[in-house]
C-alpha cells in the first residue's frame, strides 16, 4: 500500500523537498500551507498530489510528517499535533535551523504511535517561496538528523531511505551540539553581516560615495544580510543564548584586534590574517554548508552590442542556468567585467570551460 508524506510548509525548503520526493519515490504527498495561492502554485505545478487547509484532518491521513514552517510556527504545529489522535504510526520529522526548543517541545507529544526526529537540511537559496523551490536543492548538503534515544532503528532507516533522492549526506548531532555549530557558521554571520551593513549606512552620512564603492567586495561579503528578515529574527530570539555567548566572544575578539592596532603590534596581526587565511582556504569547497554558496565566474567583455547576449547564450545552448548577472566595470569602448554566478560547482567549471573554448577571457572565484 502506498505510503503519504504530508508537507507542512511549501516555502523553498518544503517545496523542495516534495518536489524531490516525487522525484524519487511513489508516496501520495499532501501539501498544508496557510497561504491558499501557495497550494494553488503547488498543486497546478504538480509539486504535490493534493493540498489541504485543515493540518489535524491532514496528519490523520500521513505516515510521515514533514513540518517545514518557520521555527515558532512548527513548534505550534507541535503544540496541535499533542491534542490529534491519530491511530496508525506517525513519523514526524521538521526542517528548523534551531534544534533544542523544537526537541523540547516535542518531547511533550505522549502518543505511543507518534515518533519524532529531528531534522535540518543545511541547504538554502537567496530567494524564498515556493517559486524557488527545486529538487536537486539539497544535493552535496548536509543533513542533520536529531533522533532522541528512544527512536528505534526501523523508523531512522524510514525518514533516511525517504531522503535518499536527495543525494544530501545524513549526519546525527545532539539537538544542543547543533545548535551550538549552526550558530557559528550561519546564525552568528548573518547577524555580523547585518551589523556591516548598519555600519556602513551610518558612514554615508559622511562619505556619499560609500554606496559606489559598496557595489564590489563589501556586497559580497554582506549578502546574506539580504535574507528573510522575518525567517532570521525568529531564529536569533529561539536561539538566543547562544547568540548572546557568540556576540560576547565577538566584543573580546575585536577589543583584541583592537589592541593590535594600538600597540602596533605588527608581527601578531600578520599572524591573526595568516591564520585566518589559513583555516578558511583549508574548507571543503565541495560541499555545502549552512551559508548558500556562490559559484562565481568572471568574464571580460567589451563594450560592444550584443556583448552580453552572446555569453549568455553560450551557456544556455548547454542548458546551464545564471543565477544573477552583474556588471561590475563597463566603460564605453574598454573591456568589462561580467560576473555570473551560477547554481553549483559543476556548472561553474563547465561555464569556464566553455567561455575560455570560445575566446573568452575568465577568472573564478576562490
Not at 172 to 177: C, G, I, N, R
Not at 311 to 320: E, G, M, P, R, T
Request: glycine residues 6%.
Amino acid at each position: 500500500m502506498t505510503k503519504t508524506v504530508l508537507v507542512a510548509g511549501l516555502g523553498l525548503i518544503g517545496g523542495s523537498l516534495a518536489i524531490n520526493i516525487k522525484e524519487n519515490t511513489d508516496y501520495h504527498l499532501i501539501g498544508f500551507d496557510v497561504n491558499s495561492q501557495t497550494l494553488d502554485y503547488s498543486l497546478k505545478n504538480r509539486i504535490v498530489d493534493e493540498v489541504v487547509t485543515d493540518f489535524k484532518k491532514a496528519v490523520k491521513q500521513a505516515d510521515i510528517c514533514i513540518l517545514a514552517a518557520p521555527v515558532s510556527k512548527t513548534i505550534e504545529l507541535i503544540d496541535q499535533l499533542k491534542h490529534i489522535v491519530v491511530d496508525k504510526p506517525l513519523l514526524i520529522t521538521d526542517v528548523s535551523s534551531v534544534k533544542k526548543p523544537i526537541i523540547e517541545a516535542a518531547s511533550g507529544i505522549t502518543s505511543d504511535m507518534i515518533t519524532f526526529i529531528g531534522g535540518h537540511p543545511m541547504a538554502g537559496s537567496h530567494k524564498k517561496g515556493i517559486e524557488a523551490a527545486k529538487g536537486h536543492l539539497f544535493e552535496n548538503a548536509i543533513y542533520i538528523l536529531s533522533p532522541d534515544d528512544s527512536c528505534s532503528s526501523k523508523n531512522l532507516r524510514e525518514l533516511e531511505n525517504l531522503l535518499k533522492g536527495t543525494r544530501s549526506t545524513i549526519l546525527k548531532l545532539d539537538p544542543t551540539e547543533h545548535d551550538e555549530m549552526t550558530s557559528v557558521i550561519s546564525h552568528f554571520p548573518h547577524l555580523i553581516a547585518s551589523s556591516l551593513v548598519h555600519q556602513a549606512k551610518k558612514w554615508q552620512k559622511k562619505h556619499v560615495n560609500i554606496p559606489t564603492l559598496a557595489a564590489g567586495g563589501f556586497r559580497d561579503i554582506t549578502r546574506i544580510a539580504s535574507s528573510n528578515p522575518a525567517m532570521w529574527q525568529d531564529i536569533f530570539f529561539q536561539n538566543k543564548s547562544i547568540i548572546q555567548d557568540l556576540l560576547e566572544d565577538w566584543v573580546n575578539e575585536m577589543t583584541d584586534l583592537k589592541k593590535l592596532l594600538e600597540t602596533d603590534d605588527k608581527i601578531s596581526m600578520y599572524q591573526y590574517l595568516e591564520q585566518a587565511r589559513e583555516y578558511r582556504d583549508g574548507l571543503d569547497t565541495k560541499k555545502k554548508g549552512a551559508i548558500p554558496s556562490f559559484y562565481d565566474v568572471y568574464v571580460d567583455i567589451f563594450d560592444q552590442t550584443g556583448a552580453l547576449l552572446k555569453v549568455v547564450s553560450l551557456l544556455a545552448q548547454k542548458d546551464i542556468s545564471i543565477k544573477n548577472i552583474e556588471i561590475l566595470e563597463m566603460r564605453e569602448g574598454i573591456t568589462g567585467v561580467l560576473r555570473l554566478s551560477l547554481l553549483s560547482q559543476k556548472d561553474q567549471i563547465e561555464s569556464n570551460r566553455l567561455l575560455i573554448e570560445n575566446g573568452y577571457e575568465t577568472m573564478l572565484q576562490e
